[in-house]
Nanobody, 124 residues
Framework: QVQLVESGGGLVQAGGSLRLSCAAS????????MGWFRQAPGKEREFIVG????????SYADSVKGRFTISRNNLKNTVYLQMNSLKPEDTAVYYC?????????????????WGQGTQVTVSS
């Protein structure tokens, strides 16, 4: 059982930046494909970015390309999401998730473990 704990959310003005962290309890963290999702009120959970175990391949949703950057440190069992040029439409609860496979996926149901989420609010 992998436990994921997100941190770093908060309130920021439009144009600002935040860095989210997701710490995993599992020692084999390096073998998991990791993803970040977000869910705004009244909307479905949306895939935004993913990263494979080596950190060499990522997949970004069009809505965050050029503004968000994912990275991971397998020695620290942590994945990060650097969010720049934030917009009010980025307001949502952000979740990290893990797949116990190296294959990437944008489908929430294909992830095995989820964090509790962290709120990001961008004011205009």
């Amino acid at each position: 059982q992998v436990q994921l704990v997100e941190s770093g959310g908060g309130l920021v003005q439009a144009g600002g930046s935040l860095r989210l962290s997701c710490a995993a309890s599992e020692g084999t963290f390096g073998s998991y494909y990791m993803g970040w999702f977000r869910q705004a009120p009244g909307k479905e959970r949306e895939f935004i970015v993913g990263i494979n175990y080596g950190g060499g391949a990522t997949s970004y949703a069009d809505s965050v390309k050029g503004r968000f950057t994912i990275s991971r440190n397998n020695l620290k069992n942590t994945v990060y999401l650097q969010m720049n040029s934030l917009k009010p439409e980025d307001t949502a609860v952000y979740y990290c998730a893990a797949r116990s496979t190296w294959r990437q996926s944008i489908i929430p149901n294909e992830y095995d473990y989820w964090g509790q989420g962290t709120q990001v609010t961008v004011s205009s």
